[in-house]
């Protein structure tokens, strides 16, 4: 049998190298056989294959091996991935490329932002590639390293020519946003050793000629024809560079409403949706993920009931916009209202003044709503039960997964923002203020941009790690406001006036895991607490060191934190309920540094899902319970098997989501974490059917969680998960176990960032 060469020419087959290369794989990891993978792989191997073909079937092989049983395939197969990886970026040899040539190349041939030879000297440029730890390589499990490889390395998309290895991304990255080789040198390893977690647009854009690393971009739409149609090709530019969009069409006008004083009849809402959507999914993110929208609108608008099921596949195409998701708004009138089984009443916002502004303010949007509902003269004002549309808010949640909530009052309330906030983002964690632009050109507006991160909870075991995590988190994403491009004026007014942050935290299942603690423990609400407590005082205390070096932000005097106030003094007091407000961090010092130094940055907290970001770190996703202890993630290339962290050590304590038999352990949790963020989370709510009698999950349990998150001060729901047999078990893909498949793509709309 004859094996082909990449040279064209072939050779005898020689079973030795598939024994050398294979236990070179299996070398020091436990619980594997290089046996079992050569007799895998053997069945596969006939007469003319190529080399690289031989490889292949190996890493599939080893792949294939990974079970509860024998975990630790999943490195061999990322060792056996790693090797194929190197050979196509190095050559061959095991010698990682000399560091300037490799640098020097790529800005060459166009790959790489000649900014990073602009900045650094030969010198520097030696001594950082000598720092390089290409054996960290050896973290990634294999679903962790194909991920990376899919999305994230630098890559020619038309023929697949990868131009760089994990390591060198990382060091770039670091080189691309630090100035002095020390902070890239503590940047570098934060990144590699997975203690801080960075999005899509970071990963995959920071070294490129991309410069727009925002993960989420908040569009306000206002009524207007100008105003509607800038806004439109606003988003096709966002979208376009990898953003997340969030979309608010709140201020307009419904249907058959008059233009003009009569002379023309508006077509409402959807039309202009259809428009929307055109704009997201006609734009490929450079070949990394589809566009996704989430489009905010109030409760009380005219046309609320025929939003609520433009995802549902009854009716036409005239009638559904299926490729966007949708927040519906509500407040505590909302709920009073529904808890009363009353009525509410509908209004066009053209009808209604300022009743749209008012929203947010539970006190004078009352005022003017009791007002308007007494009022005779309005054309477009409608009665409805709040139940009625409580209902439909829930059946269309629990059938798409895919609409979601806001409580608008709470974002007002219990966050950084001293001026009124309208809207959120694509994933529902982000909280901005903005000003609707009325040309692509206009600099009065503020489209609301938002850089995240997170921190891998996992990762940090003191509170020291913490603090220097934090400080770290904090400085790359400051760096990446300057550093990045804004494609359209309002983007870069909003962020160079606001600077505003979105630090998260990710891995929380397998951070309760380490503890031996599950989501519905008493303890775990008091581990959560202390945490988050680290975390916030640590990511102000960075952004107040920021300050003093650099200044406040421009606009610091519209945030709460100029009034002297603080997460622990703003946040829903209901969560006392759930753990006592209790402090380990000197408050009243940070306190003090605030109002003598100000801060560098309005907001600094969001929790974001972490999906795509997470398989890399092979992290449990953002604040998720896991669903199950081994995972099957959708990918490029096929099925990627990863088992939960700690595997051996932890797998009775991770508390897994199919089980729980209500969401309110996840809720609480949430709202702990709500206190010490400063501006909200994607908060996923999981309802399984084998609970609920006959396999009918009631209308009543959906309605029950919304009124429950609120009274608990959660500002946002994301998805609602369901298992109901759509491809989402391997047992619907063929595979084992009854494992659950977590898509890390954006097919639906959703974002994976």
Known sequence: ??????????????????????????????????????????????????????????????????????PNYQYVASRLLNMQLRKDVWGYGDQAPDFLTFLQKNTDNGVYDPNMLQRWNYEDIEILGNYINHSRDDLFTYAGLQQMIDKYLVKNRSNGDIYETPQLAYMCIAMCLFDTVDEVKKAYDCYSTFKINLPTPIMAGVRTNIRQFASCVLVDVDDNLDAIFSSIHAVGKYTARRAGIGINIGRMRPINSPIRGGEVIHTGLIPYLKNFESAVKSTSQNGLRGGSATVHVPFWHYEIEDIMVLKNNAGTDDNRVRKLDYSIQFCKLFYERLVANEDITLFSPHEAKGLYEAFGDNEKFEELYLKYENARSFKFKKKIPARKLAEIFARERLETGRIYSMNIDSANENGSWDVPVHMSNLCQEIIHPTVPIQSIDDEKGEIGICILSALNLLELNSEKEIQSACRMAVRTLESIIDYQSYPVAAGENFTKNRRSLGIGITNLAGFLAKNKLKYEDPDALELVHETMEQIQWSLLNASCELAEEKGPCNKFDETKYSKGLLPIDWYKKTVDELVKPTYNMDWEDLRDRIKKYGLRHSTLSAIMPCESSSVIQNSTNGIEPVRSLLLY????????????????????????????????????????????????????????????????????????????????GLKNFYYANTPDGDGNTEKDMGCEDGAVIEDSGCDSGACAI
């Not at 060469?5 to 299996?26: G, L, P, Q």
Request: proline share 2%; aromatic share 10%.
């Open 633 to 712: 993630k959708k990918a490029k290339n096929g099925i990627l098997k990863q088992l939960v962290p700690n595997y051996h050590l932890r797998k009775n304590y991770y508390t897994l989501a199919w089980d729980m038999n209500s969401n309110q352990p996840i809720m609480n949790i949430a709202a702990i974490i709500q206190k010490f963020t400063d501006m909200s989370m994607s908060t996923n709510l999981y309802y399984n059917y084998d609970h609920y009698q006959d396999g009918n999950i009631p209308l009543s349990v959906i309605i029950k969680d919304q009124v429950y998150g609120y009274k608990y």
């Open 1 to 70: 049998m004859q094996v082909k060469k990449r040279d064209d020419s072939f050779e005898d087959y020689d079973v030795e190298k598939i024994h050398k290369v294979v236990e070179w794989a299996t070398e020091g990891i436990n619980g594997v056989s290089f046996s079992d993978i050569e007799m895998n792989a053997n069945l596969s191997i006939h007469d003319k294959i190529c080399t690289a073909e031989i490889h292949q079937i190996l890493i599939k092989s080893a792949n294939d091996l990974i079970s509860t049983d024998a």
